[in-house]
């Protein structure tokens, strides 16, 4: 199926029950509300969605629908769909579970990882899904000397950057092999860049695959309008059996106050991330159901530990008690996030350290801390950025955490930057420049903030993004030993005491966990958030 | 005439390349790079030198620009790499969404705007000019972000007459009906501001012709009335009105990127923000010229128009 380039094509769905056109009042008084209804007279009132057609508001036109050219979660919300990955996160939760492989085998030494894939699955383009396939999608996001390597960008493939080889044993049979220990490897898998696409598809329409898309997940491509919409189908050839609904569309609506509106007005059933001031009116709708999930998501502040005076523990660990959190996600977030305790989202459940407390909101003992630093009334700069993936409500976050921390004497001077050029001062490190710096990320695994943010070998320098320069050979150790690691429970052990010392060491301020939500409407049924952030819709139903 | 237009078409190619290269060095000026805009959280240094190389944006800034300039000799503007699919086709199609919106908008304001003006100026002092004068300082005065939302909200929302947003339904639709009831709002929208100025001005120009020899002239014939204001006056005062409506027509399309926003209209003015925020630089070229020569030819056209219109430019 190729691409409509004409927003006029026709129409993939069944036709909608036709709604008869109410016949406008006449012009009244205002002069716009006069035209609009004069110009309305030949068009039919805009129709409930169809029965069985589930349409999704997006926050954004898709960048691509090939899973290993894209980066953002608007995009993996269509790609969750449409194709499936050796392994998954379990419903609720971000632990592994088979998916197209039925079993793996992980060799002693963590390097070798062998997996059995699932009989008879084949891709919506009718193509085996068997070893070979999925030996190309690797190879060609890894191999630079790979036939369809130029169908990229991949910028995610590092996520994978510790294979050093993959290989089909058998029809059947996959074998990938490690450079080094990588614990994180199945977890890896479990994300987009995991998922598995049609060889055949990719030869076919090499770098417009992304636009012409197959794979063998619980619906099929139908048709991607630029700027208006993207449909998927149910696939009746699902190895787990086809959805319950017909078709999903897809609509990008960037502006969230016209997403609030079309979802008033019935245009769409459901939508994702809801502005905070809107979520109470559709609570109070029976109409309308919202939905909430706390997900692998933290947002904090670098603290720079190699200069001034958060170079002293007790400065930082002031600056942690002086900021009032609950006062931030009740008032600025209006609900929408949960208070972080450490560097660790909760919704790392399995990894997570249950027995960390948030820092208290405490001025006095800020004050104290700060006194016995000799640093009082320090002077401070702090980088906020305008917006960003994550970053939630930055400006209004930056404003009340600057007064939280002048109410301790803190001297603090606020910095704004947009977010690309924010992420180029903040990314290179934070010494000559500020003291202190927001960000946020979102994770699929428990090792990577932490890997990639607080060792000692992740400063900028070396690659890394450790932008505050937190140095604790302790942690480096346990991250170490984790990653190495082939025990979930060994690994779980490793990462609660990680928290626990970084916590106390408070290298960053741990201020928020977002909280995901969407609305549905009251017809939608099966609908469920995941702490991935995916939209998963196999087992939504709709009347 | 024609050597004219000749002229003044040839002036556009070295104006089109000057702005190529201003935009070229803008994007490369500004903070900020692409492979970091894709990568996010996950920029580390070896991770954009590694995508910058698949995107070809390592080499010289210069060659670069070489290279964009020759594949654009042959009519390739390239491909964008947010998008993944090539610039010419995302360009034209989103600026041909705007053309309608815009297009719709002014044909809008003008016919409003000439209509309130004329029975302004025909009623001046009236109670119906004070209303419509009312009216108008109104329209020119009210946010169209603002009033976008309203309308939303009253017919989309409240009365379910009109779709919400989108320029085409996303099941059925598609044709005629479809497109108008879609556009009714945020062309009303966009055309409120100008319609307000252009009927002031033609309000302006009507009281200034009316007072002339020729139209007492006219009425003493026994010409009728409504003869002598909608043949005789109107077309007198046209001839400053249609350069104001041409100076509008940009204006509108200014306007239209904050409309576009509101109303989800796939048109180039969204276009081109989301494509500077993620650093896309052969989509913010390709948009930024395409926009440009449009309106290089739009001022022509409208200098021509005045034209033929007033005997005296000839």
Redesign the interface.
Known sequence: MTCR?S??????????TPVPA?A?APATAL???A???A??V??????Q??PG?L?VAQI??P??L?PH?V?AVNDFRILMNIYEGLVRYAPGTLEVEPALAESWDVSDDGLVYEFALREGVSFHDGAPLDAEAVVFNFERMLDEDHPYHDT?????S?FFSAVESVEAVDPLTVRFTLEAPYAPFLSNLAYPTGLIVSPAAVGAHE??F??NPSGAGPFRFVEWV????VVIEANPDYRDGPPDLEAV?F?????A??RV??M????VDVMVEVPPDNLAMFEDDPRFDVHEQAGPHLWFLILNTREGPMADRRVRQAVNYAIDKTALVENVLSGTAEVAAGPTPPAFGWAYNEALEPYPFDPDKARALLAEAGHEGAELTFYVTEG???MLDPVAMGAAIQADLVRVGLDVTIETY????F???V?PGLEGKADLAQM???TNDPDTLPY?ALRSEAT?EQ???NSGYYANPEVDRLLEDARRSTDQDERARLYREMQAIVQEDAPWAFIANWKQNAVTSAKVAGFELQPSFFLLLRDVTKN | MGAYILKRLALTVPILVGLSIVVFAMMAL????P?????????????VE??NR??GLDRPLVAQYFTWAGNLLQGDMG?S?????PVA??VF??FG?TLVLAGAALV?ASA?GLLAGIISAVRQFGWTDRALTL?VLV?VSTPSFW?G?L???????E????????????????????L??H???P???L??VA?GVIARLTRTAMLEVLRQDCISTARAKGVAERRVIYVHAFKAALVSVIPLIGVQAGFVLGGAVYVE????W?GVG?MLV?AI?R?DLLLVQGGVLVVAAFYVLFNLLADVAQTLVDPRLR
């Open positions: 380039r927003a006029l094509g026709a129409a993939p769905v069944p036709a909608p109410t406008p002069l716009g509300a035209l609009a209804a110009l309305s030949a068009a039919p009132a805009p129709a969605t169809p057609v349409v954004a036109e960048q691509s090939d050219a980066t990229g960008p991949f910028p995610l590092f770098e417009d992304g636009r630029s700027n208006n919409r569309v609509r990008p609506i960037t502006d106050n016209t509106a079309e008033l007005s019935g245009g960003g993936s994550g947009e977010w690309n050029t992420l180029g001062r990314n946020a990320w979102m990639l900028p690659g890394g993004f | 500004i903070p900020g790079d492979a970091t805009a894709i990568l996010g959280a996950y920029a580390t240094p070896e991770n590694r995508l698949q995107l491909r790499f947010a998008l993944n699919r086709d995302e199609e989103r969404a809008l409003l009216l329209g009033l939302l309308l939303i909200m009253l017919f989309a929302v009365l379910r007459w009109l779709p919400a947003s989108g320029m085409f339904a996303i099941y059925g639709g598609g044709d005629l009906p479809d108008l009831a556009l009714a709002m062309a009303v929208t055309a409120v319609a926003t509101v109303f989800q796939p969204r989301d925020a650093r």
